[in-house]
């Protein structure tokens, strides 16, 4: 086709002849690179490290799926599914709820950019390492920030919230729900109502969590609420999940200042998630393909319903315990209540280098499992059972790879 | 297999039996969305408008592949081919060359919030939306913006801008080299020279018009040029381009206040992506799969040659000229050679609401052709041939439901 083209391109007229001149002009001095005629190879993995998780196979389908148009009412039908997909999973009736074009940290940084204006008082929870992202976006856009920093492994009482709320008087708390760097689950009854008494919005991270220990939005009075893809929802990483409740919604409406990103912008984003009830305007061409896999792996979510998904995950993950403790490890979170059913941190035994562990269990049988994050590097390793990869299943082959490992690997290394 | 773990949970100790109190303590108020329970079923477009276009064969298999790990060395991998694929299609030798986790406005932010600091002076051609959203995010950040504003269908000439140079003193320059709002090819030989005899960098947007017009970034002196996946490389959007110079990366490396965005800040992205020569760091969860789909297109034109994907282009688009003029239609840009070889805007025939034509061409035929945007919106119909869309082929099947739509849509209803 390509030659008949340029055989009939000498009856084209001036335009080619003057286009022709400018390509003419310069050489190119970057060849096409060879790594890019190789084949692209896709190992087999399971992966059972904090996330991202194996896609679920119906998740693989939507995303071979052809593209239409970002403004096409298809595709406007279904980001109106995951809206409410989001709604369920959140268990909010929030109309300002959709997802969010880029990563966890993108819809953190929408959270901050949205909420925050410069000078706002903001307080953190900084127990693992998204506490302490979440310090540093504050404190880029010029909030206060007051981080209530403690050793990964530990969580907030609401008493020790309730003094910091008092002694700083935020507009914003931040929280981790699921500290997928240190394994630790942070309650969230009462957080809410204690935050609202303080005039203090509540914003919860909810990525490493969602969908596998029970979360209610709307009851526990959580502000701002957002998740990832690539976790529970075994969906590609790449979109992420967020809902305003009013009061949210109503900071965002009076703020003095545009928020600094436009990409972000929730006025913008309300209106082409159709959360504001106008007609909707371009405003950034949205990730087709990936709403497909998000709206398929919300879709499942419907049909196992979310308290199966819940109790899945709290079951399997107890089995993974017993069966860790069987090994003689321990678990790095002490109080089993506080323990996160999703991704668990297993204190490094004492003698080994954690790499050597995590380099064994992938080179010989192709599972992935992590060590340490931020403050938790060099502490723990780190096992998630997430979505259709939380299987009794997998706990056995994860837990056959670890006895080998802990065989093989030399001790005392260090 | 659930039913399994429910009858085991029996004997599984006081983790799930205190996780089960948990659960039991509220109830849930959303039910399970009835839309979710629908399959998700995609209609079958050509997509001829200005973007995006339909995903080539070969990007659609990768589009459907398992994950890995976004740390993983083949991930490593995948992200150094693409590394060098971009540097192939911008024609660079830039080390700081990447791609961001987001659309084609998320890397402009990423230019302007690493480029700009509060007070820098920005000047930026505004002839269309795509220099009015630089403008935007520009004043979010604090920048002093200068926007030359012209109307749509117009470009900058090098007398127009040395005297804004000289004038402003601006640290950084916006143009758009497919300015597909309008269909406007701006020249770019001799302005990153210009530019830097002011000590300014020069930044180019060329999402509309990557691989399918001549661009040298070295050899024309671009300082920072960003692109998007969803256009003549037949990626799905939600990934975008981007190369910074070195004259822009010492801007960067130097300035005094941190970028607003932690998602965007180019000294953590330059380190994930292994252009800093240190051992990459977590920083955030890349869009694993849509890289796949990335590195794919960017293979398809290694082999198929930038040269030849230019002359398609011009070709192809030069053949739909013809056909447009032999249906009576005017194009809206009068100079040819400043024609995008890509986007074609078409002046809207006199009497006919754009709307119409519009709507016909989808409904009837499945083809997506669109209207203007932002200050193109009502002047135009915009026609693009992107990529594996760019035959004669469909030149003529949008000429051919055109000439229908011309003959069925009534006339001077407005």
Known sequence: MFRAL??????????????????????????????LL????????????????????????????????????????????????????????NPLTLAISGSGHCALEAALFNILEPGDP???????IWGQRAADIGERIGARVHPMIKDPGNHYTLQELEEALALHKPV????TQGESSSGVLQPLDGYGELCHRYNCLLLVDSVASLCGTPIYMDQQGIDVLYSGSQKVLNSP??????????????????????????????????????????????????PVVSLYSLRESLALMAEQGLENSWRQHQEVTAYLHGRLQGLGLQLFVKDPALRLPTVTAVAVPAGYDWRDIVNYVMDRFDIEITGGLGPSMGKVLR????????????????????????????????
């Open 237 to 286: 990483p790449g979109t992420s999940l967020i809902s305003f409740s009013d009061k949210a919604k109503k900071k965002i409406y009076t703020r003095k200042t545009k928020p600094v990103s436009f990409y972000l912008d929730m006025k913008w984003l309300a209106n082409i998630w159709g959360c504001d009830g106008k007609p909707r305007i371009y405003h950034h061409t949205t």
């Open 383 to 414: 096992i998630g059972l997430l979505g259709c990869n939380a299987t009794r299943e997998n706990v056995d082959r994860v837990i056959q790879a670890l006895r080998e490992a802990l065989q093989r690997c030399s001790r005392n290394k260090l």
């Open 6 to 35: 340029a055989r009939a391109s000498a009856t084209l007229g001036p335009q080619v002849a003057g286009w022709a001149r400018t390509m003419a002009t310069r050489q190119l001095l970057v060849a096409p690179p060879e790594a």
């Open 38 to 93: 190789r084949p692209l190879s896709i190992p087999n993995r399971l992966l059972l490290g904090p996330g991202p998780s194996n896609l679920a196979p119906r998740v693989l389908v939507a995303g071979g799926k052809q593209m239409i148009g970002h403004m096409h009412k298809e595709m406007f039908q279904i980001m109106d599914d995951i809206k409410q997909g989001i709604q369920y999973v959140f268990q909010t009736k």
């Open 172 to 175: 914003l708390l931040f929280l």
């Open 122 to 128: 903001f307080l953190v929870g900084v127990n693992g």
